[in-house]
């Protein structure tokens, strides 16, 4: 468990504020949603992965400082999608905006 920083809480706010805008949008052009609720889905799945990273991270220095040894599982199947985006990337907020933009196309 962590807390959301407010910054990523602010993120977080902008980016329902756009999947709301973009749900309308969906519903105008008269387009099949179940399209919509899966990527919505998606985005805020690798969201809240991203979100956790900088816990994560800090959990597992403090565990090989203290000598042990660590193993980090992601409960996804999306991981191998994740990874190819996540390539070169150093912004996790990259990913979720190209999840958004992906969608859009």
Not at 25 to 45: I, N, V
Request: hydrophobic share 40%.
């Amino acid at each position: 468990e962590t807390v959301l920083e407010p910054f990523r809480r602010s993120i977080h706010t902008e980016c329902c504020e756009i999947w709301a805008e973009l749900r309308e949008l969906y519903e105008l052009l008269d387009a099949d949603m179940r399209q919509y609720w899966g990527a919505h889905q998606r985005f805020f799945k690798q969201m809240c992965i991203a979100s956790k990273l900088d816990a994560v991270v800090e959990c597992a220095l403090r565990a090989l400082r203290d000598g042990k040894c660590v193993v980090i599982g992601l409960q996804s199947t999306g991981e191998a999608n994740l990874k190819e985006c996540m390539d070169g990337v150093d912004d996790w907020t990259k990913v979720c905006w190209d999840e958004l933009q992906g969608n859009l196309k």
